[in-house]
Antibody, heavy 120, light 107 residues
Framework: EVQLVESGGGLVQPGGSLRLSCAGSGFTLSSYWMSWVRQAPGKGLEWVANIKQDGSEKYYVDSVKGRFTISRDNAKNSLFLQMNSLRTEDTAVYYC?????????????WGQGTTVTVSS | DIQMTQSPSSLSASVGDRVTITCRASQSISSYLNWYQQKPGKAPKVLMYTASSLQSGVPSRFSGSGSGTDFTLTISSLQPEDFATYYCQQSYSTPLTFGQGTKVEIK
């Protein structure tokens, strides 16, 4: 079964850091673009970042540039999101999602999400 | 950034109704338009990609159309399991952007 499982969410104070992980199974993660998408409580979906198969290209939404870093370890079939200088507005459920072989593809496999709460 | 605008934001419909949701892009995105369904507490699920391609496993009562800036998602005969929130998303350029969502509720 093709599956993504996120972990690493939790409660953190403003200005703090958190590292999210996403483990893939049932497919070869190294063949796909991968994305992080978040959803604030009661709000819609917001794409956060994506990364090319070999990690050579990374793109971010403006609101997280300079604070978040997406990375991957293909040998471990894993995706990561390092989140620094966290703000209350970063509070959300964070999903990892599989893209396609090409960059501008749909997101066809999603994890169950991990919750990040930024609060003092 | 490309803005995606969905209408309506919510609708009430009955089982068996034909439902249409529209999505407009702030600039041309060719056919790089995808539709997702999300139920409360669950991850989104892709329904349609490149405007009119049905994702494997998705019932054929779902269909999509459009190109350029205007797109539609149609549910030909609404079923109880279709009550959910639907999002369009452009995959033409980064940042990838979603519409604000359309909540389909039971009438």
């Amino acid at each position: 079964e093709v599956q993504l499982v996120e972990s690493g969410g939790g409660l953190v104070q403003p200005g703090g850091s958190l590292r999210l992980s996403c483990a893939g199974s049932g497919f070869t993660l190294s063949s796909y673009w991968m994305s992080w998408v978040r959803q604030a409580p009661g709000k819609g979906l917001e794409w956060v970042a994506n990364i090319k198969q070999d990690g050579s290209e990374k793109y971010y939404v403006d609101s997280v540039k300079g604070r978040f870093t997406i990375s991957r370890d293909n040998a471990k079939n894993s995706l990561f999101l390092q989140m620094n200088s966290l703000r209350t507005e970063d509070t959300a459920v964070y999903y990892c999602a599989r893209g396609g072989i090409m960059m501008f593809s749909h997101l066809d496999v999603w994890g169950q999400g991990t919750t990040v709460t930024v609060s003092s | 950034d490309i803005q995606m605008t969905q209408s309506p934001s919510s609708l009430s419909a009955s089982v068996g109704d034909r439902v249409t949701i529209t999505c407009r892009a702030s600039q041309s995105i060719s056919s790089y338009l995808n539709w997702y369904q999300q139920k409360p507490g669950k991850a989104p699920k892709v329904l349609m990609y490149t405007a009119s391609s049905l994702q494997s496993g998705v019932p054929s009562r779902f269909s999509g159309s459009g190109s350029g800036t205007d797109f539609t998602l149609t549910i030909s005969s609404l079923q109880p399991e279709d009550f959910a929130t639907y999002y369009c998303q452009q995959s033409y350029s980064t940042p990838l952007t979603f519409g604000q969502g359309t909540k389909v509720e039971i009438k």
